[in-house]
């Protein structure tokens, strides 16, 4: 039996002390919901949508989270401009539709038809004249920050968000290979589930439950039918450093080269991809607490997720493939969908379940165990922000 000290020299990724969780009423509890939305979902960049959702100028889309309703259009300039989807007259919302396009250069609010330009300046009002004392230039539009990222839309509803390139968990650049801003939606899939936003995170995070929740899963990926994410999640990992056997390297079962129903790609590989990401089969590339991205060979799996209340959870999937891909003939979809689908099918039922159990009185917090090792930076980033300044 290796000792603690022991187990962290040889790179050991498990923990090696006992943890707690967070309380099981952070999962259901209103206030605490309410203060996260403040901290974290209000304070952060998040993820919205494709850069294509707004891509003609005057184009428009509107999105909420929590309870802020947010507006983002394409000014002539080709910018991409962010307000509050709020008139600032009486407070009425701007745009109603999820999506569409200005009649005109202008903003124009359906109350009483205050107008402002594409950069969110009131250019005028429907008053017959104006008080002493009022200037259309003190009620522009409340600005939000906005940034594009390889096609990738992110706001912050905030003016001093966090530097954008620190949300991920890998480096800013570690998916340049793939092709990530000429991408094309060619699937989404949209589901509610009835769990607290942390709950996906959680099952997010761990492969504990790949073995008795994933069994397609675990039969493409090995390692994960082992309850282990990676080669050093096992604490015993030394023993097999001489084997090339994904079980314990990682990595997809031998002659799989996607997730897939068959492992077969369904389409072109993308063509810069280096040897080391290709044996890979996945990376998986994170931006808490609203998005994660996976690369694979073929195509590239984007899920978002928005909590909708505090046991209610909007996930979606996007999957993006190269338009060439999807103008081919041969492909086929669903033996990508399908197969992924299952996977995060599994999941929203495995975290509906998770959720249910967590309101018993007795239960005050559950234990982090040494593979949940990423749970623990988890839930420490959660402290950290919920008491950040
Ligand atoms: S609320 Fe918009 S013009 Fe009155
Ligand atoms: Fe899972």
């Known amino acids: 039996m290796l000792s603690t000290s022991s187990l962290n020299d040889i790179g050991y990724n498990g923990l090696t002390e006992h943890t707690e969780g967070l309380s099981a009423d952070s999962y259901f509890d209103p206030r605490n919901y309410e203060r996260e939305l403040l901290r974290i ?60 396009q200005l009649k005109s250069g202008a903003i124009v609010c359906p109350y009483h038809a205050w107008t402002y330009n594409l950069q969110g300046k009131l250019l005028r009002t429907s008053s017959k004249r104006h008080a002493a004392g009022f200037d259309v230039e003190d009620y522009p539009l409340y600005k939000i920050s906005v940034t594009e990222w390889k096609g990738f839309i992110f706001v912050a509803l905030t003016e001093e968000p966090p530097p954008f390139e620190k949300i991920f968990d890998l480096p800013i650049n570690r998916l340049d290979a793939w092709p990530l801003k000429d991408l094309a939606v060619g699937h989404v899939l949209l589901k509610t589930i009835k769990c607290n936003w942390k709950i996906f995170w959680e099952n997010y995070n761990e492969c504990l439950h790949c073995p008795g929740v994933h069994t397609q899963l675990s039969q493409l990926v090995p390692i994960y039918g082992r309850g282990l994410l990676e080669e050093r999640d096992d604490p015993n990992w030394t023993a097999h450093t001489t084997e090339d056997d994904p079980k314990f390297k990682g990595g997809l079962r031998s002659g799989a080269a996607t997730w897939s129903l068959n492992g077969k790609v369904t389409g072109a590989r993308f063509p810069d991809l280096s040897d080391q990401d290709q044996k890979a089969g996945h990376i998986y590339m994170t931006g808490l607490p ?13 899920v978002r997720l928005r909590p909708l209340g505090p046991e209610q959870t909007e996930l979606r999937v996007e999957y993006l493939f190269s338009p060439e891909t999807l103008a081919d003939a041969r492909f086929d979809l669903r033996n990508v969908v399908d197969f992924t689908n299952l996977v995060m099918t599994e999941d929203a039922q495995i975290c509906e379940l998770n959720q249910q159990g967590l309101h018993a009185a007795p239960h005050l917090r559950g234990v982090v165990m040494p593979e949940e090792y990423v749970l623990r930076q988890f839930h420490e980033w959660i402290k950290a922000e919920l008491t950040r300044v």
């Open 290 to 302: 609203s998005i994660f991205i996976v690369g694979h060979v073929d195509y590239v799996r984007v």
């Open 41 to 100: 979902w209000y304070r952060n960049w998040i993820y919205v949508g494709r850069s294509s959702d707004v891509e003609s100028s005057r184009a428009f889309s509107t999105f909420e989270i929590g309870d802020q309703k947010i507006l983002l259009l394409r000014d002539d300039a080709g910018v991409l401009q962010g307000f509050h989807n709020t008139c600032r007259h009486r407070g009425a919302a701007l745009c109603r539709e999820p999506q569409g």
